[in-house]
């Protein structure tokens, strides 16, 4: 009997650890307007994107907070993927892009008057079509302009 209950669990725990990664099929994301969700399939697209308003350009990989520790500034936590993001993504000083991913998913069409009219970003791993996460500045205006800090979105 234990022997058949030892077997059982090493099975078990066998098959856990070899199940395959499953890309998430939406991200949550939260702002100061509201709650959003970004499909994955418009995230992934954004890769096909034409160089547009500057983007895609680096992204360093850190939220951009800006906190008051004891009267010393202390900034730029680094953000972490989550949902079977490749490890390179949560490196320290990762090497990514950003491209703006719009909230309908409308493909990114450049900048208006000098506006990125999204707060959300689909993060790839440099140089390839890897997608590591979507992020969301916490502040946007009503018109959808996003600034300020970043934060990851919940992959589902």
Excluded at 7 to 20: D, E, H, I, N
Excluded at 93 to 115: F, T
Aim: aromatic residues 8%.
């Amino acid at each position: 009997m234990l022997y058949t209950n030892v077997l059982a669990l090493a099975v078990l725990v066998s098959s856990a650890a070899a199940a395959p990664k499953v890309a998430p099929k939406s991200y949550f994301c939260e702002s100061s307007a509201g709650k959003f969700t970004i499909k994955a399939e418009w995230a992934q697209a954004a890769t096909s994107g034409a160089t547009l308003g500057g983007f895609p350009h680096n992204f360093g990989g850190m939220s951009g907070d800006v906190e008051n520790a004891g009267g010393k500034s202390k900034s730029n936590t680094q953000l972490k993927f989550f949902g079977g993001a490749n490890a390179k993504c949560n490196e320290p000083k990762p090497k990514l892009s950003e491209y703006p991913v719009m909230k309908n998913g409308a493909k990114y069409a450049g900048r208006d008057n000098g506006n990125t009219l999204t707060p959300a970003r689909a993060i790839f791993l440099q140089g390839t079509k890897e997608l590591c996460g979507v992020v969301t500045h916490f502040i946007e205006a009503p018109n959808q302009v996003g600034s300020g800090p970043f934060r990851v979105c919940d992959p589902a």
